[in-house]
């Protein structure tokens, strides 16, 4: 690895849809760049970037993976994301610490939801990105319908610096708009190609294109349009100048194009990623907290500041152990050192300061500001905790992670592994923070959730490849609770003459109901001791006993009011234990007769889909008993559709919107709360507990 400086650093993502050809393009650079000796291909498995075995079986990117390459002296990391909704949140953590982004548009499929959803990331993080026309060597590739749609989706001003020879089979290279000059390359994806002169057909268009592309440069920088007005030509090192500038600025967007497959187009890619994406030095200055004011402060990428870096991802590798990846801001790490971890407040041994490669790393003694490194071991660090020199801690701002959208209940195969299961839960979710467990203690289930079905399934293929368990998913239980909606007044006696001392206690309960979400409230109004103080207590304890498990269906009673207003005692019989069977029995008969109904949890649904599907969706979620609160247009032909839903009408609703949109819907949900359910459908659910019970 050739030495480099911050200023020849670039950290490029690679964004867009899935299997618009993000890790096809990487490898594509990879191996033009020297970095890798054969071009990795994905549907072969042989990718150093889609290396995992979860990644081959399925053939999409399902975790980011970080290389570099060196090209025109700068020193390029790039980061491949995944493209699924399911796994983007990974996106989302590359793009907080990327320098630039290059977004791929497939010449087939043009700009997808998905590809919306982070050109959206893309201007949170303030981020100039590149475009990169894909697959113009597949059937029924067209390019121009690709740039009005990039005009029309991202709302931006595309720079269109090519143009495609050949379609189809016979896409063989790429017309140069700023050299005008043809780019002929060879058809076996080695990447070689020769300069030639601009094909006569084409002649006519490139001109024009040119044109267009030259009044859009000097649009963005006056002494060009100075010149260009008063008829002077402007030369390729201004317009590349200008290219750079404007691509920060945001004022339009370089887009070339070709074919990652073929090798085809992508070292002009490779050059603009130079030419226009900012290294960390021109990025805008990143804004920490210092701890010992709480003052806010601008980080420099200074190599001689005081060090600081965010940690955005983790990974654990099966050789390496558990290994932290982080972005350095300012300052320089050296192997074999110290730092602190600023978020846990601790200090951190550094071992050996690594470059990712793919599914490798490489040993490297120091890193500068701007990079992207690893390091293995740290005890106390997990993503998103700031690393910094001791002298002067900072923290930076990690991300919040959006809820789960999908739940499973999860056991294993064989009984004994819980253990084993619950410590490599645990790795997992190191590694992917949008897995969650939590023990149902309702239900009793152990529930997994996540951001969609093939996440879930994709864990549970991890779970048994790294560690042995083998485990089976069922939809979870939906956490029903009671209530009541009638007041009573009840008595409960409890009176047993077993020979020697015998057990009495009687108390006199009002019981009613309270609003939604008041839980539970005891009121002792007892008056000249007929429940003597100290068994007052046993009483209340009673009742909640009784509450979790209610009369219809074993579900827990919520939203209840008890009041023990009147009873009667016996000096030698009644004892704690008397008056809390008397009380349970008390709460018992009398939610019989107040009424009892069955809760429901509901959900608060934001669905994202193409205008088309909308009648559909809507369709859908009435039949689900879903309530739609409100449709709001989104970019790029979007609704959002905004809804509240039964859990149990939705328990499987990913795989379902995906096959009713043909994967162009996205989702989320979350817990609301609480509605009663409709009269029809209790009988079926309290049918459905009572066989449970049966068999358990
Ligand atoms: N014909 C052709 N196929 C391509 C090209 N680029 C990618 N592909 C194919 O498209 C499919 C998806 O490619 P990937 O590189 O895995 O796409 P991706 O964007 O990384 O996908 P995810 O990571 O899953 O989001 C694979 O079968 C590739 O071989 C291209 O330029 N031409
Ligand atoms: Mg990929």
Known sequence: MKPYTSENLRNVAIIAHGGAGKTSLAEAMLFNGGSTSRLGSVDSGTSVLDSEPEEIKRRITLTSAIHHFDWKGRHVNVIDTPGYANFIVDTKSCMRVAGGAVVIVSAISGVKVQTEAVWKYADEFDIPRVIFISKLDRERADFERAVSEIESSFKCHPLVLQMPIGKEDDFVGVVDLVGMKALRYSNDQSGKFTVE?????????????????????????????????????????????????GTLTGKFVPVVCGSAMKNIGIQPLMDLICDCLPSPLERPAQLAEVLADNEGKELVPDPEAPFAALVFKTISDPFTGQLSVFRVYSGTLTSDSTCLNSTKDRKERIGQLLKLEGNKQVPIEKCVPGDIIAVAKLKETTTWDTLCSEKEPILLKGLSLPAPVISFSLRPKSKGDEEKLGSALQRLMAEDPTIHIDRNEQTKELVVSGMGQVHIEVTVDR?????????????????????????????????????????FGDVWLKIEPL?????????????????????????????????????????????????????????????????????????????????????EPIMAMEITVPNDYMGDIIGDLNSRRGKVNGVEPMAGGNQLIKASVPMAEVLKYAPDLRSMTGGRGMFTMEFSHYEEVPSHLTAKIVEAAKREREES
């Open 197 to 245: 002169e601009i094909p006569d057909h084409l002649k006519e268009a490139a001109e024009e294109a040119r044109e267009a592309m030259i009044e859009r440069v000097v649009e963005a920088d006056d002494d060009l349009m100075e010149k260009y007005l008063g008829g002077e030509d402007i030369s390729v090192e201004e317009i590349t100048q200008a290219a750079h500038e």
């Open 515 to 599: 609003p939604k979400g008041g839980g539970f409230e005891f009121v002792n109004n007892i008056v000249g001791g007929v429940v003597p103080r100290q068994y007052v207590p046993a009483v209340e304890k009673g009742v909640l006993e009784a509450m979790a498990a209610g009369v219809l269906a074993g579900y827990p009673v919520v939203d209840v009011k008890v009041t023990l207003y009147d009873g009667s005692y016996h000096t030698v019989d009644s004892s704690e234990m008397a008056f809390k069977i008397a009380g349970s029995l008390a709460f018992k008969k009398g939610v019989v007769d107040a009424r009892p109904v069955l809760l």
């Open 463 to 503: 779970i048994k490849r790294k560690f042995g368990v083998d485990v089976e998913l069922d939809a979870p239980k939906v956490p029903y609770k009671e209530t009541i909606r009638g007041t009573v007044s009840v008595q409960g006696r409890h009176k047993k003459q077993s020979g020697g001392r015998g057990q």
